[in-house]
């Protein structure tokens, strides 16, 4: 049998449709993969692990039997859910003011990556209320609180509060960091311990000097967008000595916690951690350019990443309960 003009024409049609289905079903997941990325960004899911962590170092750090691991996850899950809450709320609220900032400018309501709607108000009060009532259920009433004063802190003082209105907005907004801790602590210790108040401290002061080397860098942002954040106020070089006497305060306080049971790991690594900071902030003051700030911006992470691991390390020796502390870690 011969070939037909329609059966010469079948082969490229089938070939023709395939590369049409096969290119379709990759848009398709290009468009998921969009929309999980800009979610994740809306959440911004690396304050939110930060957080989680912070919490857990306050797990493990607290003398005495370990909590079961499955209230470790559950708190731990709690923190990072409301984290994320407080951050998409910073997104929802400061679309106006990101679009005018080269930073943000890329934000998912800004570029229209995702649309702006009230129902993910809706959202950011479920993930805050759900964790909440599930650790004041299954944990206790002290930590659920410290759970939600976090995600409150960072989503209603700061974000809505005090961003635009005073310099002191990331000082007194910076509390979200220590409330973390604390909702750790409170596991099996509710009431505040001199050690769990030495590291929400610690948390306390970190945030400031951290966030106004940031802000010295992105100075232009700040101006443009009306934020009073510190180095818009009283300048580079002043904010610069305003961050050193900040890292100093941070290094004092971070030696606290060995007066209140931690040991020896720990101060390794806090005094390690407070080193490289205060070297940094010294060369700020000396230098207060963008690439020293971004530079200081940096050890400040380095300093965090030192203390809490420290934290993690001594109180692992420490516990009672060894996967406890293994889901902490994760």
Same mark, same amino acid.
């Given at each position: 049998?011969?070939?037909? /003009? ?13 590369? $049409? ?35 857990? =170092?306050?797990?493990? *750090?607290?003398?005495?039997?370990? /909590?079961?691991? =499955?209230? &470790? ?9 409301? *984290? ?9 609220? !400061?679309? !106006? $003011? !990101?679009?005018?900032? %080269? ?28 964790? #909440? ?10 930590? *659920? ?11 209603? #003082? ?27 602590? =409170? $596991?099996?210790? /509710? %009431? ?31 101006? %443009? ?55 940094? &902030? ?30 993690? $390390? %001594? ?5 009672? !309960? ?9």
């Amino acid at each position: 049998m011969g070939f037909g /003009p329609s059966r010469i024409l079948l082969i490229p049609l089938v070939r023709f449709d395939f590369i $049409i289905f096969c290119d379709a079903g990759n848009k398709r997941n290009m468009a998921i993969l969009s929309l999980i990325k800009q979610t994740l960004v809306l959440f911004k899911l690396r304050i939110g692990v930060a957080m989680a962590m912070t919490a857990g =170092a306050g797990i493990v *750090a607290m003398p005495g039997p370990a /909590p079961s691991a =499955a209230q &470790s996850a559950l708190l731990i899950l709690a923190v990072l859910l409301s *984290a994320g809450a407080a951050g998409g709320l910073n997104h929802y609220h !400061d679309y !106006d $003011i !990101d679009a005018l900032m %080269e930073r943000t400018r890329t934000r998912p309501f800004v570029s229209g990556g995702l649309t702006r709607s009230p129902w993910w108000l809706l959202l950011f009060a479920l993930l805050v209320a759900v964790p #909440v009532a599930l650790v004041w259920r299954f944990i206790n009433p002290v930590a *659920a609180f410290h759970v939600f004063m976090g995600a409150f802190f960072y989503g209603v #003082v700061y974000t809505i509060w005090l961003k635009r209105r005073s310099w002191l907005n990331i000082v007194i907004g910076g509390l979200a960091g220590s409330f973390a801790i604390l909702s750790g602590t =409170a $596991i099996l210790h /509710p %009431e505040p311990t001199p050690l769990a108040l030495s590291l929400a401290f610690i948390l306390f002061l970190w945030t400031p000097p951290h966030f106004w080397s940031l802000a010295i860098a992105l100075k232009k942002d700040y101006v %443009e967008a009306r934020v009073p954040m510190l180095p818009v106020i009283a300048g580079e070089a002043r904010a610069a000595r305003i961050v050193l006497f900040n890292t100093v305060l941070l290094a004092l306080a971070s030696l606290l916690p060995a007066f209140f049971g931690m040991g020896w790991i720990y101060l390794v690594g806090a005094v390690t951690g407070s080193a490289v900071f205060l070297a940094k &902030s010294v060369l700020l003051v000396r230098n207060p350019t963008t690439v020293q700030a971004m530079s200081n911006f940096r050890a400040s992470l380095i300093q965090l990443a030192l203390f809490l691991a420290a934290v993690y $390390i %001594e109180g692992s020796f420490q516990s009672q !309960d060894s996967a406890s502390v293994l889901v902490a870690l994760l």
